[in-house]
């Protein structure tokens, strides 16, 4: 996204010195003094335009998804803290709490051969964290190691 980026923004600066460029040669045209005539010209200069337009939303694309991944980085990082948060609480509790906690948590824990585990937990990852997305709340969510 950043090398798209980078694009847009030295296309964009290219489009504006062709601009200035194409401004200069329309007060040629306009004085006599230029071999390109009017409508040329202005359809040059609308085709810059066009082409800046579109080259500016793709800037604005490209600087909205950033925005959102840094949003995305610095949610994820608070989603870091809370969970290290939760776990120094969970570490200073009693082994009887501790049981009574992992107990409301997960509903079932399988064991296959090779040591395969998959644990079945009666709240989702969304309801853990706080987030909501499309699932639906206190579905169960499958984790195998």
């Given at each position: 996204m950043q090398n798209q980026q980078k694009q847009a923004e030295s296309k964009l600066r290219q489009l504006r010195k062709d601009e200035k460029l194409l401004n200069e040669e329309l007060i040629k045209v306009l004085r006599g003094s230029s071999s390109l005539n009017r409508n040329t010209i202005q359809s040059l200069i609308d085709e810059n335009h066009n082409e800046q337009?579109?080259?500016?939303?793709?800037?604005?694309?490209?600087?909205?998804?950033?925005?959102?991944?840094?949003?995305?980085i610095k949610l994820l990082g608070n989603h870091l803290k809370d969970i290290t948060n939760w776990s120094i609480q969970f570490d200073s509790m009693t082994i009887d709490k501790r049981r009574a906690v992992l107990h409301q948590m997960i509903s079932r824990i399988e064991v296959t051969r090779g040591y395969n585990i998959s644990i079945l937990f009666n709240v989702s990852l969304e309801d853990f964290t706080g987030e909501h997305s499309e699932q639906k709340a206190g579905e169960n969510l499958a984790v195998g190691h």
């Open positions: 337009k579109e080259v500016e939303a793709i800037l604005r694309d490209c600087q909205n998804a950033a925005s959102k991944e840094n949003f995305r």
